[in-house]
């Protein structure tokens, strides 16, 4: 949640007064990346306030007020807490957001309570879950992917599957257990092995999964697309695109489908990103249509380019995770984060205004787009830090002052324990890199990687 008092509301190009006192609220407090995120938006003048089941102190600097809940209950229960609480408080919140996958879905609904801007409750749960969404896209004559789901206890053979196929938690996050599947044997002992891990492992980043119904757990299976991977980032108001670019997304291939690198601008052809970004538009407007609702929020859409065009495969109704902030900072001098706070708080953005005449031509497909579109401050290169093996981290030593670099977080440190595929879906961390030209940036990234010392004992 974001909590606070503020004259005056700064931006980096211009100042605006408002008119009232302003409060509002997260879910969630996360990391060190967060951190800084919140350290941003304290800079507006905004006081913070998180809800989140426990209290983190490294965020004791940040967090104006802390608002704890049992993590146990269901979330209709947690919603009816915080109300309590916010009541008890005399708090009148202006906005309602999260930057975290697993807080999307209260986030939105104690906006709704509040009767603030975000993202209703059926787009989150039509996004959330990956066959609803295809589901959705089909009933709007969307491109999709052909799917099927499956329980662990559903015939495989009779299901209708196209093989090679990718198999999927439904609900899942972070690609965890995600994989390529070539026959029905294949599939049904990727399912088995996933519902292996997830009963002998409790980890944070499987927080969409119910382990005490792991029996009824459903997968998705949907053909594998074969194409180039993207990612389109935009930023909604009341409904209304305020921002949209493209980054390329390479993964690690086959068959675990992680997140490699990433590049911004992207390299694709601009007629090409606009496609994207028009049927991007096209979702977030069929997804209004049909539930009669106004959308607010940050929203991190990932695509395939087909060669009969791109196919969206997800959507997540949130800041992307990991680099994707620091990504759009570095190439196009603009803050998701605090475009997110800014569009909740139904402030315009200065910072936003040269994007208004691209953004307002996606629908209506009218406009000269190479004259609208604009132009990149850097070339941006990121990398996620994969170890070879699963094991103990021993070192990691990285070039930090050559090469371009930007920022990076790493998520393990000396002496801890990672996992990575078939026994988990976990990386080190990231690193962004920057560059006058893509190909300094790329150049830059790969000196970068071959002078890292990254080593992993196994175990």
């Given at each position: 949640m974001l909590e606070g008092t503020q004259e005056k509301h700064e931006t980096r190009r211009r100042t605006r007064r408002t008119r009232r006192t302003r409060r509002g609220s997260c879910h969630q407090s996360g990391g060190e990346t967060r951190r800084k995120l919140y350290l941003s938006i304290k800079k507006l003048g905004i006081t913070l306030s998180c809800a989140s089941p426990v209290i983190s102190k490294q965020f004791k600097d940040v967090i104006g007020t802390w608002l704890t809940y049992s993590p146990e209950q269901s979330l209709i229960k947690t919603n009816e807490e915080l109300l309590k609480k916010i009541s008890m408080l005399k708090f009148q919140f202006d906005a309602v957001t999260t930057f975290d996958e697993f807080g999307v879905q209260l986030a939105s609904m104690l906006a709704a309570s509040l009767d603030l801007p975000g993202i209703p409750l059926q787009v989150v749960q039509c996004c959330q879950n990956k066959t609803s969404f295809r589901e959705f896209c089909r009933s709007k004559a969307l491109p999709f992917a052909r799917f099927a789901s499956l329980s662990c206890g559903d015939s495989i053979h009779s299901a209708e599957i196209k093989y090679p196929a990718v198999l999927k938690p439904a609900n899942g996050a972070g690609?965890?257990?995600?994989?390529?599947?070539?026959?029905?044997?294949?599939?049904?002992?990727?399912?088995?092995?996933?519902?292996?891990?997830?009963?002998?492992?409790?980890?944070?980043?499987?927080?969409?999964?119910?382990?005490?119904?792991?029996?009824?757990?459903?997968?998705?299976?949907?053909?594998?697309?074969?194409?180039?991977?993207?990612?389109?980032?935009?930023?909604?108001?009341?409904?209304?695109?305020?921002?949209?670019?493209?980054?390329?997304?390479?993964?690690?291939?086959c068959p675990y489908f992680l997140e490699d690198t990433c590049q911004a601008p992207s390299s694709l052809p601009l007629q090409t990103q606009r496609e994207l970004c028009v049927l991007t538009a096209q979702i977030f407007d069929a997804m209004a249509k049909e539930w009669d609702c106004n959308i607010t929020g940050t929203f991190h859409v990932?695509?395939?380019?087909?060669?009969?065009?791109?196919?969206?495969?997800?959507?997540?109704?949130?800041?992307?995770?990991?680099?994707?902030?620091?990504?759009?900072?570095?190439?196009?001098?603009?803050?998701?984060?605090?475009?997110?706070?800014?569009?909740?708080?139904?402030?315009?953005?200065?910072?936003?205004?040269?994007?208004?005449?691209?953004?307002?031509?996606?629908?209506?497909?009218?406009?000269?787009?190479?004259?609208?579109?604009?132009?990149?401050?850097?070339?941006?290169?990121?990398?996620?830090?994969?170890?070879?093996?699963?094991?103990?981290?021993?070192?990691?030593?990285?070039?930090?002052?050559?090469?371009?670099?930007?920022?990076?977080?790493?998520?393990?440190?000396?002496?801890?324990?990672?996992?990575?595929?078939?026994?988990?879906?976990?990386?080190?961390?990231?690193?962004?890199?920057?560059?006058?030209?893509?190909?300094?940036?790329?150049?830059?990234?790969?000196?970068?990687?071959?002078?890292?010392?990254?080593?992993?004992q196994e175990c």
């Open positions: 690609s965890h257990f995600v994989q390529r599947v070539d026959n029905a044997a294949q599939l049904r002992d990727a399912m088995l092995q996933t519902l292996s891990t997830l009963r002998t492992r409790s980890l944070k980043s499987y927080e969409w999964c119910d382990h005490n119904a792991l029996n009824d757990l459903k997968f998705h299976v949907e053909e594998l697309i074969q194409g180039k991977e993207v990612d389109v980032d935009c930023v909604l108001c009341g409904n209304q695109i305020r921002y949209c670019n493209v980054v390329d997304n390479q993964s690690s291939g990932e695509m395939i380019l087909t060669e009969d065009g791109p196919v969206p495969i997800e959507v997540n109704c949130r800041l992307g995770g990991a680099e994707t902030r620091c990504l759009h900072l570095t190439a196009w001098d603009v803050d998701l984060g605090i475009e997110t706070v800014l569009a909740h708080l139904n402030i315009s953005s200065p910072q936003l205004g040269p994007f208004a005449n691209y953004c307002s031509s996606l629908l209506r497909r009218t406009g000269t787009f190479f004259e609208d579109f604009i132009h990149h401050r850097q070339f941006a290169c990121s990398a996620n830090l994969h170890p070879n093996t699963s094991g103990v981290v021993m070192k990691t030593d990285l070039p930090l002052d050559r090469f371009g670099y930007v920022d990076h977080m790493l998520y393990f440190q000396q002496g801890e324990e990672i996992l990575v595929p078939p026994s988990g879906f976990q990386y080190l961390g990231w690193v962004v890199i920057q560059g006058r030209s893509e190909e300094e940036a790329r150049g830059n990234l790969t000196q970068f990687l071959e002078c890292s010392k990254i080593e992993v």
